[in-house]
């Protein structure tokens, strides 16, 4: 049924992050997904190049993740987690325990990245007034951070567009970027410059007084803005300052987490440990929607022993730890499990670097940065119209059967870590072959 006095089909639903009227006017649809393959709506393969948002690491429509769905759905399709619960979440949370690095074993569920990274700020906040801490208010993000769309998350984000719509949080600051093309191009791994950079906090700490920060949020590696793989010491550097400092740190692993770069998470394939860990995307294979924050224990038991009786944190949603979606989760871990994909981004991770580096040359190119199984393809911005040529590659790739991501000048690459060596190879011979009729 048409909504009334409107005859386009497209109309009334509201794309998020999209140019919409550019959109409706060539729509390009996708009508299912299988393994490594969507199908388009004029029935064409698209390899997923991208893992659909970075969140569908085994693959699309596995039935070991959608049975769970289905018969969790037969049985409890909604128990409320206020005050009640029901048994899911907290296996899962158990489960979740065990993946993460060693004293982050208290797990708070959401629904989303966003809703993970505004959970882990009021947390910070909880921790730092448990512990009589009161001052410290101030939270610190990156400049090219992504935490998300919730006000606490475009706060502590780097992003100057999401931030100039729509204001955010008094009392937030911004240490600078990592990103350093004169110093560190076609870096395989992380780059040998710029660990200094994390001393930006210092910075900070020198500005407005270590007594008044509360957390500083990071990505190990900022996806979203282009794969932004952190210098050599760089987050060593930041642990060290925040111990120096009392500063609680938060990695902000919605992408890292879950084989992307080899590993359960980043922190702990990096060695490297955060006071508090948010989570989402791979959680689930991005097939319910769902988010975890991890937390070090004794911060955890500060909050709780903060209050003589009661509820101790005053937060929360109708969907935390929701049926379907825990169940999701499970089934989720346990492929990931048997199938050994944490391990894929570090089995292949050699033959995927040496795919991409192999565009270092070709036309446009003036970067690339791979990590796991990860991959930043800048592009020489068009003069004139900036992202201009990254989102015409974009539309050229997924009209010839490849999807990819375009984030500014630069072309993000995930595929799902159940991808094999001749799919790496077409990924990046098809974006060699399209370049040369982009200008």
């Known amino acids: 049924m048409a909504v009334k006095g409107e005859n386009d089909p497209l109309a009334a639903f509201w794309m998020p992050f999209t140019a919409n009227r550019s959109y409706k006017a060539n729509p390009r649809q996708l009508v299912s997904a299988s393994g490594m393959y969507y199908q388009s709506g004029d029935g064409r393969p698209v390899l997923d190049g991208t893992s659909g948002l970075w969140c569908s690491n085994a693959g699309h429509c596995r039935p070991e993740i959608t049975n769970a769905i289905a018969q969790t759905a037969a049985m409890l399709d909604f128990a ?55 001052t410290r208010t101030r ?17 502590v984000g780097g992003l100057v567009n999401n931030r100039r719509a729509f204001g955010g949080l008094p009392g937030v600051d911004h240490m600078r970027h990592t990103h350093d093309i004169a110093r560190n191009a076609f870096t395989r791994g992380f780059p040998q410059h710029g660990a200094e950079l994390a001393d930006d906090l210092q910075r900070l700490v020198d500005l407005h007084g270590a007594e008044t920060i509360a957390a500083v949020i990071v990505e190990p590696m900022a996806g979203s803005t282009g794969v932004l793989v952190p210098p050599v010491g760089y ?50 294979n991005a097939a319910v929607p769902m988010g975890a924050v991890a937390v070090k224990r004794e911060l955890h038991d500060a909050v709780l022993d903060s209050v003589d009786a009661g509820i101790e944190l005053f937060h929360g949603y109708t969907y935390s730890g929701h049926p379907l979606a825990s169940a999701a989760g499970l089934a989720t871990l346990d492929l990931y499990a048997r199938d050994g994909l944490f391990d894929r981004a570090s089995e292949l991770g050699g033959y995927w670097e040496d795919a991409a580096h192999s565009l270092n040359g070709k036309r446009h190119i003036i970067d690339v940065r791979t990590i796991g199984l990860v991959a930043g393809i800048e592009l020489d911005p068009r003069p004139g119209a ?27 690459l995930s595929p799902p870590l159940i991808v094999e060596k001749a799919q790496i190879d077409e990924i990046f011979g098809k974006i060699a072959d399209l370049l040369v009729a982009i200008d």
């Open 139 to 155: 939270l610190i993000g990156r400049e090219r951070g992504y935490h998300g769309t919730g006000f606490g998350g475009i706060s």
């Open 386 to 412: 900036p992202t201009a040529r990254a989102m015409e590659l974009f539309h050229a790739c997924f009209d010839n059967g490849l999807l990819v991501r375009a984030t500014g000048d630069i072309i993000a």
């Open 80 to 134: 409320p987690t206020f005050q009640l619960g029901h048994p899911l979440p907290f296996e899962l949370a158990q489960r979740l325990a065990v993946l993460m690095p060693d004293g982050l074993d208290r797990i708070f569920f959401t629904n989303s990245g966003s809703e993970s990274v505004d959970t882990a700020l009021k947390i910070a906040l909880a921790i730092q007034r448990a512990k009589g801490q009161g």
């Open 235 to 284: 987050l060593q550097r930041l642990r060290e300052l925040c111990d120096k400092h009392g500063i609680i740190l938060i990695f902000d692993e919605v992408i890292t987490a879950f084989g992307r770069v080899g590993g359960a998470t980043a922190a702990g394939q990096w060695g490297v440990t955060p006071d508090i860990i948010t989570m989402a995307k791979g959680l689930t």
